[in-house]
């Protein structure tokens, strides 16, 4: 009973100078106190409005303006609020600016592109992880430096190369392949599954090879089974990414195939002659799915981009 008593209290000794070596802005003593309490609580309840404030206002507005009539859309100042509650401008919307059919469009782009994107850069991430091929980190490193380019200037060299593709010398403006290409070599893409790649114990990969696996069984059985979460967080990057894009779209399909226009190009091309609160409800329309897709898939999001090891 002396033993466990003497043990116990250790455990307590240290548990209190780990507690007390962990430096906050609030001391521990200060906020077990009733007035620590009473303000820690006051000040994160006002940084969470604060924050839900900024973050759902545009939305809210959004919604709400989608619902008011064209005089009411345009007052100065807004409403809070919609005076005239008018809930038929989003089938108004979705008949008179063909949005289903945009939606489709524009869902056509980016599971194209995601398609690629996933073979072509889970491919690299594998190769620069596990196969080390000579001047791999040289390779690494000239893609991860285009991060540091801001989008703007590469349009056009995109363009120009979309334009006139080399050695086949095709020209692909006005096509899908315009919008896919562009997409595939993602240098932040093809990080986050090396990263992720390096984490998977050689062991595994070493054992495969062993019962005689070749590289692209041991990709297909071994790496992609163990990289779930972060295929997702890829997966959900890229979609979003060629969902949300309006220049790129605009250069290379806006004129040239008009039945085959984005949400974003769609909504634009019609905001000559189509009323204010039907353009803000056919926006919120091709808002919904993004909105939907990172609401039911925000765990696999945060799980993708934590994950850096494999326990066991």
Same mark, same amino acid.
């Given at each position: 009973m002396a033993a466990t008593a003497t043990v116990s209290t250790?455990?307590?000794?240290?548990?209190r100078r780990e507690t007390t070596s962990t430096r906050t802005l609030i001391s521990g003593v200060a906020l077990n106190r009733p007035r620590g309490k009473i303000i820690y609580r006051v000040v994160l309840t006002l940084v969470i409005v604060?924050?839900?404030?900024?973050?759902?206002?545009?939305?809210?507005?959004?919604?709400?303006?989608?619902?008011?009539?064209?005089?009411?859309?345009?007052a100065t100042p807004p409403t809070l609020y919609p005076h005239s509650f008018d809930p038929g401008n989003f089938s108004t919307a979705w008949s008179r600016l063909d949005v289903g059919r945009m939606l489709?469009?524009?869902? $056509? $782009?980016?599971?194209?592109?995601?398609?690629?994107?996933?073979?072509?850069?889970? %491919?690299? %991430? $594998?190769?620069?992880?596990k196969l080390r091929p000579v001047?791999?980190?040289?390779?690494?490193?000239?893609?991860? %430096?285009?991060?540091m380019i801001p989008v703007t200037v590469l349009v056009v060299p995109q363009y120009v190369t979309v334009a006139d593709m080399p050695l086949f010398h095709w020209n692909l403006i006005g096509s899908p392949e315009a919008i896919w290409l562009p997409s595939v070599a993602n240098a932040f893409n093809i990080f986050l599954l090396k990263r992720f790649f390096d984490s998977i114990p050689a062991d595994y990969v070493d054992a495969a090879s062993v019962d005689g696996a070749s590289r692209l069984m041991i990709l297909w059985r071994i790496i992609l089974p163990m990289s779930r979460p972060i295929i997702a967080v890829v997966s959900i990057f890229s979609l979003v990414a060629v969902w949300k894009d309006f220049l790129w779209p605009l250069l290379?399909? $806006?004129?040239?195939?008009?039945?085959?226009?984005?949400?974003?190009?769609?909504i634009w091309q019609a905001q000559v002659g189509v009323p204010e609160n039907l353009l803000i409800a056919a926006s919120a329309m091709a808002a919904v799915p993004t909105i939907a897709f990172f609401l039911i898939f925000q765990r696999n999001i945060m799980a993708g981009l934590t994950a850096g090891g494999i326990r066991g």
């Open positions: 250790r455990a307590r000794v240290n548990q604060v924050f839900t404030l900024v973050f759902i206002g545009p939305m809210y507005f959004l919604f709400t303006d989608a619902l008011k009539s064209t005089q009411e859309v345009i489709w469009n524009t869902a $056509y $782009y980016a599971f194209g592109a995601l398609a690629l994107q996933l073979v072509f850069d889970v %491919a690299a %991430a $594998y190769s620069l992880s001047l791999g980190n040289v390779v690494l490193f000239l893609m991860l %430096a285009t991060l290379v399909e $806006y004129g040239y195939t008009p039945t085959r226009e984005t949400l974003n190009v769609g």
